[in-house]
């Protein structure tokens, strides 16, 4: 599972990437809310501290989860009941209060992933001319380089090109 640990601390984000590099995550973090919008299409979960020192955290999960399904859990300080209904309006998925145990926080994002992503069959690589497009990594490639697509953009030409013999309805889309 790809992972974007979002946190101010840039010790306790180093220490939670870490965590889930040795569980067989690939995790990376940032430490700007500006950076976690920049990079959080390419990643399946966000865990996102809310002591963000350039933007508000309940923004960057808004921004996070209009841009998609990312899976978004707060992991953060303990906190007032209203903090907590306000991050769950925002857009999380969950909210884990710090001190948590590292067997917990990964229970918990595999139980968002399952919500999130409900398991398919790993969809084959589509060709098209110079197009590739690789679902499992969620790539998609003219002529060999990686073109950024937000999510939105990628589920759009996955599906067009996916489905190339017919007409996809536009209630479909």
């Known amino acids: ?28 973090s940032v430490n700007t809310g500006t950076e976690a919008l920049r990079v959080c299409r390419r990643v399946d979960l966000v865990l996102l501290g809310f002591g963000l020192s350039d933007l508000d ?3 960057v999960c808004r921004c996070i989860r209009s841009a ?9 300080a303990p906190c ?12 999380l998925d969950d909210y884990v209060v710090r001190p948590y145990g590292l067997r917990e926080l990964l229970a918990r994002m595999e139980a968002v992933i399952r919500r999130v ?13 110079s197009l590739q497009i690789d679902p499992g990594a969620r790539e998609v490639r003219v002529d060999g380089r990686l073109v950024d697509l937000t ?16 007409v996809v309805p536009r209630k479909r889309i």
Do not use: W
């Open 57 to 59: 955290g309940l923004e």
């Open 80 to 91: 007032s009941e209203l903090d907590r209904v306000l991050g769950l309006q925002a857009g």
């Open 1 to 28: 599972m790809r992972v974007l640990v979002v946190d101010g601390d840039p010790v306790i984000a180093e220490s939670l990437t870490s965590g889930l590099q040795r569980h067989g995550h690939v995790a990376k």
């Open 117 to 129: 992503r409900p398991h398919k069959a790993p969809a084959q690589t589509i060709s098209c001319g």
């Open 68 to 76: 998609g399904d990312t899976g978004i859990i707060a992991v953060t």
């Open 151 to 166: 999510l939105k953009e990628y589920q759009l030409l996955y599906l067009l090109a996916s489905e190339r013999e017919i």
